[in-house]
C-alpha cells in the first residue's frame, strides 16, 4: 500500500507561482510513476501530467505545457508540480496519484493508476 500527502496549495494571484508537493510512503519511492491531477468544481478530473520513475520521461497535458513543471526526488519520496503563469481556469483541487510501473516511462492521460492522494486545493483570483 502505498500512502500519498499533497501539501502546498492555496490563494493566488493570476499571474503567480506554487509549488504543490506529494510526498509518498509505503513502498519504495524509485519503482513508482508519478501523475497529478486536478478536479475542478463541477467538471470531471482532469489528466494534469505525469513523470517517470527515474524522472527522465514527462507527459504533460495541452494547457499546462510551457507554464507547469513535474520533478521528482527520489531520495525525499517526493514529487513535485512547480505552477507558474496560473490562471483561474487553474482552480482546482489538485491530486497526486502512484502507478506501480516495471519499465521506466511516464504513464499516459488514460492510464488507471492504483493510488490516490487527497487533495490540495489552488485557488487563483483573477
Known amino acids: 500500500q502505498v500512502q500519498l500527502v499533497e501539501s502546498g496549495g492555496g490563494l493566488v494571484q493570476a499571474g503567480g507561482s506554487l509549488r504543490l508537493s506529494c510526498a509518498a510512503s509505503?513502498?519504495?519511492?524509485?519503482?513508482?510513476?508519478m501523475g497529478w491531477f486536478r478536479q475542478a468544481p463541477g467538471k470531471e478530473r482532469e489528466f494534469v501530467g505525469s513523470i517517470s520513475e527515474s524522472g527522465a520521461w514527462i507527459n504533460y497535458e495541452g494547457s499546462v505545457k510551457g507554464r507547469f513543471t513535474i520533478s521528482r526526488d527520489n531520495a525525499k519520496n517526493t514529487v513535485y508540480l512547480q505552477m507558474n503563469s496560473l490562471k483561474p481556469e487553474d482552480t482546482a483541487v489538485y491530486h497526486c496519484?502512484?502507478?506501480?510501473?516495471?519499465?521506466?516511462?511516464?504513464?499516459?492521460?488514460?492510464?488507471?493508476?492504483?493510488?490516490w492522494g487527497q487533495g490540495t486545493q489552488v485557488a487563483v483570483s483573477s
Open positions: 496519484a502512484a502507478f506501480n510501473t516495471y519499465s521506466d516511462y511516464a504513464p499516459s492521460a488514460n492510464t488507471r493508476f492504483h493510488y
Open positions: 509505503g513502498r519504495t519511492f524509485s519503482t513508482l510513476a
